[in-house]
DNA sequence: TGCGTTGTAGACTATATAGTCTAGACGTGA
DNA sequence: TCACGTCTAGACTATATAGTCTACAACGCA
């Protein structure tokens, strides 16, 4: 043997389809080369660490989720955006549960590698402008608690509507989706409060 | 040595305190009985392995904070059902982050210790029985999807609208019981849809 | 054909952890 | 005061894991 075996690609996707299936802890270098029939050698030939690993597992992962959300701000679809998070998991099953249900700190503990830090940073950023930019136009303004809101209406909502579907490995049915629109058409609306 | 020098309670105490700041995983036999400065030999005089301390430290947990929710469902009262979850955060912010920042799974997986089978079950049938008695009083009937309807407007929507407060470990702010309010409303509201 | 680069191969080390086991200290009741 | 039961004490075992290190195989190029 000499000649590669096996790249990156092949070790990110065992990594992916274990932790799809028995969450990221279970990611082991033993798991993932095992899964693999590769030598441990030639993980750590194209990764400094498990972390590396997991790190580029989750950020890919979110990266691929947050596109279709950021498509939908900058369309000015506030429901859109509302609803990418059913209509992602549908199409990615797998990968939805990798990314939703668990924590970013689930994958890598303490600090990222260096490497990766930029990339989160970067990412984190742009969700944050996206929150920002919906804000302004749903609420005016984008201060403090019209931001808490969209976090609210856009993030939280829709991936706790989805959670119970993914721990039982099924897509979300077409009630999650009513039940993010009927809350954002509550949350949106412009006279608020109990009156 | 010789009597006793600690019970139970200090090693769930301990245990509990672990969890809070760093997570069920760092709950480990020797972090506990570090911390309470005990030696292992008095761990597991009393505790027959490390999942039956956890177990039992999840389940009381889940227990006491599922007693005021099961109260306000049975004073018939659904909107305080449903802003339960921040009361009680707000009052208990570090069991909090134990029990609604990680899932049961963090703290046993696999197969529960058989002492806790029965208790868990019962808990979970509790909950449940809530969840079908409002949803025959809120939508007129309990079939699969006003159940559903009953998870998202009780537990769901709750739950996630406080977690990122508990990862700051901060007590959740004004708005978080409006968003829920508002929420509750908006689901529980006679004529559905969008017209 | 020989040599260097790339990557496979897997034994090996270090460390964390759950759990076991034996010794013995202390209190209590006869 | 003695024997026994309760509980502390901590060394010990077994296992899982991240990461290291040395050997060498295959390929391309001179």
């Keep these: 043997m000499g000649r590669p075996l096996f790249d990156n690609a092949d070790f990110l996707a065992a990594a992916r389809s274990l932790a799809a299936e028995r969450g990221p802890a279970a990611v ?3 798991s993932v080369t095992a899964r693999l029939g590769a030598p441990k050698g030639s993980f750590y030939y194209r990764f ?25 701000i900058e369309a000015g679809d506030g429901l859109a955006a509302a609803l990418h998070t059913p ?11 990798l990314l939703l249900l668990h924590s970013r700190h689930d994958f890598v503990q303490g600090d990222w590698p260096a490497p990766l830090k930029r990339g989160v940073r970067d990412q984190a950023e742009r969700f944050e402008g996206c929150l920002a930019a919906f804000s302004r136009r749903a609420f005016g303004r984008a201060g403090p608690s019209e931001l808490r809101r969209a976090t609210f209406v856009l993030a939280e909502v829709p991936i706790a509507a989805v959670r119970q579907h ?3 490995r099924e897509p979300p049915p077409p009630l999650v989706d009513e039940l993010i629109a009927e809350t954002y058409r509550a949350i949106t609306a412009r006279p608020r409060g109990r009156g």
């Design 48 to 72: 400094a660490s498990r972390d590396l690993l997991l790190g580029e597992l989750w950020l890919t992962t979110v990266l691929a989720y947050q596109q279709g959300f950021v498509a939908a």
């Design 87 to 97: 209509a992602w998991v549908r199409r990615h099953l797998d990968d939805a549960r």
């Design 166 to 168: 993914l721990e039982r």
């Design 28 to 30: 082991t270098v033993d």
